[in-house]
């Protein structure tokens, strides 16, 4: 009997110690893990961290303005940052594909939704007639509020959708004549010729976008280079001077978007930050949205 006994006993520190082994285990690889996600973490802050930094540089030193934050070449390759690795951009969809842009985004190159109207909302390609009244719906009940984000208006068709994050932005009264498409200024109410010489422009003598000779207006007054190489007929110097007039044009943001991807080796998965910064006239910039994402 006390043969039986002692089997049985143990027998059940076996089982207690496999259990405890067990256990012991799956916490070590749960702190393993936290650590892991604190150092991803981490690494992405850094792409943030290193925009903040580049907004608050001097724009111009000995009176020549340098490259605009906003540039692609800036953020064209990853950075490393001790072990890890980060990259700043933004992931877009085309086709149903992810492709990754360097860079952040000027949300002054959009169309504010402070500036949307049915006219305006209309000249945007892929919005459809059934979008324009969603989203000028959605801006009516947000008054003076931020209007939601346009992933969370169920009523929007998917067409409307994509125009609108490719095209609008919940922030900001203006857009930068620096960073705008051409579907943007034509969208603000400049004319289809002067949006074009502007675009030709900012392009260098080059001729292509997002290369080293890009030029960018310091203002939009007349004697500004960038106006007065434009040549602007008499109807688009006046539609011009108007919207400078009212401020709806701009040649600065005050309002950027990007996500900031950390990364390393055999770490699990990658840390997607997403933020919005605001660089004040006179103050650093700070960040005042952040979303966090985990991609395996």
Same mark, same amino acid.
């Given at each position: 009997?006390?043969?039986?006994?002692?089997?049985?006993?143990?027998?059940?520190?076996?089982?207690?110690?496999?259990?405890?082994?067990?256990?012991?285990?799956?916490?070590?690889?749960?702190?393993?893990?936290?650590?892991?996600?604190?150092?991803?973490?981490?690494?992405?802050?850094?792409?943030?961290?290193l925009v903040l930094a580049e907004l608050d540089r001097p724009?111009? /030193?000995?009176?020549?303005?340098?490259?605009? =934050?906003?540039?692609?070449?800036?953020?064209?390759?990853? *950075?490393? +940052?001790?072990?890890?690795? #980060?990259? =700043?951009? @933004?992931?877009?969809?085309?086709?149903?594909?992810?492709?990754?842009?360097?860079?952040?985004?000027?949300?002054?190159?959009?169309?504010?939704?402070?500036?949307? &109207?049915?006219?305006?909302?209309?000249?945007?390609?892929?919005?459809?007639?059934?979008?324009?009244? =969603?989203?000028?719906?959605?801006?009516?009940?947000?008054?003076? &509020?931020?209007?939601?984000?346009?992933?969370?208006?169920?009523?929007?068709?998917?067409?409307?959708?994509?125009?609108?994050?490719?095209?609008?932005?919940?922030?900001?009264?203006? =857009?930068?004549?620096?960073?705008?498409?051409? &579907?943007?200024?034509?969208?603000?109410?400049?004319?289809?010729?002067?949006?074009?010489?502007?675009?030709?422009? *900012?392009?260098?003598?080059?001729?292509?976008?997002?290369?080293?000779? &890009?030029?960018? #207006?310091?203002s939009l007054e007349a004697n500004d280079p960038g106006i007065?190489?434009?040549? #602007?007929?008499?109807? @688009?110097?006046?539609?011009l001077a108007f919207l400078r007039g009212t401020g709806r044009?701009?040649? @600065?943001?005050?309002?950027?978007?990007?996500?900031? *991807?950390?990364?390393?080796?055999?770490?699990?998965?990658? +840390?997607?930050?997403? /933020?919005?910064?605001?660089?004040?006239?006179?103050?650093?910039?700070?960040?005042?949205?952040?979303?966090?994402?985990?991609?395996?």
């Amino acid at each position: 009997m006390s043969v039986v006994v002692v089997s049985w006993i143990l027998t059940l520190l076996a089982v207690f110690g496999l259990t405890y082994s067990h256990e012991a285990r799956n916490e070590s690889q749960l702190v393993q893990l936290e650590v892991e996600r604190h150092q991803l973490r981490a690494w992405a802050q850094s792409g943030v961290e290193l925009v903040l930094a580049e907004l608050d540089r001097p724009q111009v /030193v000995d009176g020549e303005p340098l490259e605009p =934050v906003t540039s692609r070449l800036l953020f064209s390759e990853p *950075r490393s +940052c001790g072990r890890g690795s #980060f990259a =700043v951009g @933004e992931a877009v969809l085309v086709g149903g594909t992810e492709i990754w842009l360097p860079g952040i985004v000027d949300e002054a190159g959009r169309l504010p939704i402070a500036l949307a &109207d049915s006219i305006s909302l209309a000249t945007l390609p892929g919005m459809t007639a059934a979008g324009v009244k =969603v989203i000028l719906r959605a801006k009516a009940a947000a008054a003076r &509020d931020l209007m939601p984000p346009v992933g969370l208006l169920a009523d929007l068709d998917y067409l409307s959708r994509d125009c609108a994050l490719r095209y609008l932005s919940r922030y900001g009264n203006s =857009v930068n004549v620096n960073s705008a498409s051409f &579907d943007v200024l034509f969208a603000v109410g400049l004319p289809q010729g002067a949006c074009r010489k502007m675009l030709k422009w *900012r392009a260098g003598p080059d001729g292509a976008q997002g290369t080293t000779d &890009d030029q960018w #207006f310091r203002s939009l007054e007349a004697n500004d280079p960038g106006i007065a190489g434009c040549t #602007f007929n008499n109807e @688009e110097a006046a539609v011009l001077a108007f919207l400078r007039g009212t401020g709806r044009l701009s040649v @600065e943001s005050r309002y950027f978007s990007l996500s900031s *991807r950390g990364w390393g080796p055999g770490t699990y998965g990658i +840390c997607e930050v997403k /933020v919005i910064v605001k660089k004040p006239e006179n103050g650093q910039a700070k960040v005042i949205e952040l979303t966090e994402n985990w991609l395996n």
